[in-house]
């Protein structure tokens, strides 16, 4: 059975920061490509930062420069630290897993910033 757990999300002021985590299990995680998506309410859902196999990176423009996507393949787990947080950060934050033929969803972590 494969589960993709968030966790990190949070209340946080502007400016501040937090780091979201995505534990996998029942997948080979090394293979599979690491996203965040995010979903404000009322809005579309967004690939926010992406990681490959090869840690090649990708970042919406609007968090370029503020968050960071990692990946550590022994925990089977993808990070993404944010950083300068902005009320139009404020959303639900969805871990994705995906290589050809599959593609897999977390629950989603709630991040809200507000002062």
């Known amino acids: 059975q494969v589960q993709l757990v968030e966790s990190g999300g949070g209340l946080v002021q502007p400016g501040g920061s937090l780091r979201l985590s995505c534990a996998a299990s029942?997948?080979?995680?090394?293979?599979?490509?690491m996203a965040w998506y995010r979903q404000a309410p009322g809005k579309q859902r967004e690939l926010v930062a992406s990681?490959?196999?090869?840690?090649?990176?990708n970042y919406a423009d609007s968090v370029k420069g503020r968050f960071t996507i990692s990946r550590d393949n022994g925990q089977n787990t993808a990070y993404l630290q944010m950083n300068s947080l902005k009320p139009e950060d404020t959303a639900v934050y969805y871990c994705?897993?995906?290589?050809?033929?599959?593609?897999?969803w977390g629950q989603g972590t709630q991040v809200a910033v507000s002062s």
């Open positions: 994705n897993a995906w290589v050809v033929g599959h593609d897999y």
């Open positions: 029942g997948i080979n995680f090394v293979i599979y490509t």
């Open positions: 990681i490959t196999s090869g840690h090649r990176k």
